[in-house]
């Protein structure tokens, strides 16, 4: 197993193109179950305005040979600081670049993202039907109340 930044001090990529993400091998292979990160302070531009905008992301597995390097993982996620985009493209892309490198029996995303211009966006997607006997929990995040 080698990998580019555990270990080591790792300066934050500048873009998610730039990032390298680690895939160890699954020491549960052959095991069906689900690996959760959740990242509720995720942060990327918005491509209009250059302003913040904030997420709270989950990210659910069921992982097949390999699993993602939780260093890796958050030194790509945090390369979205300085990357414009809209709220689909980053939650979408994060989650199709994790199937298509890591290539897990399954994988979905939801990203959560708090109001801009008075509307909060949620985007969810998945890689497709989940492995049938697969313990799905909920993904724990509330709709946007405001002052509720």
């Not at 160890?24 to 990160?37: E, H, M, S």
């Not at 990210?59 to 709220?87: C, M, Q």
């Amino acid at each position: 197993m080698q990998t580019t930044h555990l270990g080591r001090q790792t300066p934050l990529p500048a873009s998610p193109e730039e990032a390298i993400l680690d895939y160890v091998p699954n020491p549960r292979a052959g095991k069906l179950y689900l690996v959760r990160f959740a990242a509720p302070e995720f942060t990327s531009l918005c491509p209009v305005t250059g302003q913040p905008d904030f997420a709270h992301l989950v990210i659910d597995y069921a992982p097949g040979e390999t699993i993602v390097e939780s260093k890796s993982l958050k030194l790509f996620l945090g390369s979205f600081r300085n990357h414009a985009a809209f709220h689909e493209d980053c939650t979408v892309g994060i989650g199709e670049r994790l199937f298509d490198e890591m290539k897990p029996l399954w994988l979905r995303i939801g990203g959560y993202w708090y109001p801009r211009g008075g509307i909060p966006i949620d985007v969810f997607w998945q890689s497709g039907e989940p492995p049938k006997g697969l313990w799905l929990p909920d993904q724990g995040v509330p709709g946007y109340r405001g002052r509720g």
